[in-house]
């Protein structure tokens, strides 16, 4: 199975930061990797789809990259309802493993 | 509106069974794949199981193979989590959440708020 390895796991930032999380495959497989945000008490978001997609209704900040074994979620201006948890989460035909999570703090 | 709900969950001994349900609306049910995540206290995502439109095709993450089973019905809507064997670290909240595809698998676009399941003796 592909694993999926998020960093950092952590990420301090003030407000106005531009913010990167990093997601790492295992091994290479085609861009079908999506990202959510995920607030405490609340069920996950879905930001981005097929790596770089943006879903409707999400601010234009948020954008994705990469392809092969390495993705990245930017946010360009780091806002105060960004503070949340965010996760990778790759498709392949028999699975949808998430990466840990990187949880994005106040500075 | 487009709505998933779960319900089910509870206090169930080591061993013991429970079976869990996701009522959807607002939406052709039958016209999606489905899953289940879950997410033990403190802790990441975790994707349990899956299954096709018409529910001929399902997968399961390996630690729950054998003892979970995951089934839909498409005239009432609902998808279900059969949980058998239940072991502590199976203590999570679990999601049921939506599959939204093109060519291929996009990401899942509705979830609902999850139903806990505490496995304690």
């Known amino acids: 199975d592909i694993q999926m390895t998020q960093s950092p796991s952590t990420l301090s930032a003030f407000v106005g930061d531009r913010v990167t999380i990093t997601c790492r495959a295992s091994q290479s497989f085609s861009s079908w990797l999506a990202w959510y945000q995920q607030k405490p008490g609340k069920a996950p978001k879905l930001l981005i789809y097929k790596a770089s997609s943006l879903e409707s209704g999400v601010p234009s900040r948020f954008s994705g990259s990469g392809s092969g074994t390495e993705f990245t979620l930017t946010i360009s201006s780091l806002q105060p309802d960004d503070f949340a948890t965010y996760y990778c989460q790759q498709y392949n035909s028999y699975s949808r493993t998430f990466g840990q999570g990187t949880k994005v703090e106040i500075k | ?121």
């Not at chain 2, 869990?20 to 199981?49: D, H, I, M, N």
């Not at chain 2, 399961?60 to 502590?88: E, P, W």
């Open chain 2, 1 to 121: 509106e487009v709505q998933l709900v779960e319900s089910g969950g509870g206090l169930v001994q080591p061993g013991g069974s429970l079976r869990l349900s996701c009522a959807a609306s607002g939406f052709t049910f039958s016209s999606y794949w489905l899953s289940w995540v879950r997410q033990a206290p403190g802790k990441g995502l975790e994707w349990v199981a899956n299954i096709k439109e018409d529910g001929s095709e399902k997968y399961y993450v390996d630690s729950v193979k054998g003892r979970f089973t995951i089934s839909r019905d498409n005239a009432k809507n609902s998808l279900f989590l059969q949980m058998n064997s239940l072991r502590a670290e199976d203590t999570a909240l679990y999601y049921c959440a939506r599959e939204r595809w093109g060519n291929h698998f996009y990401g899942m676009d509705v979830w609902g708020p999850g139903t806990t399941v505490t496995v304690s003796s």
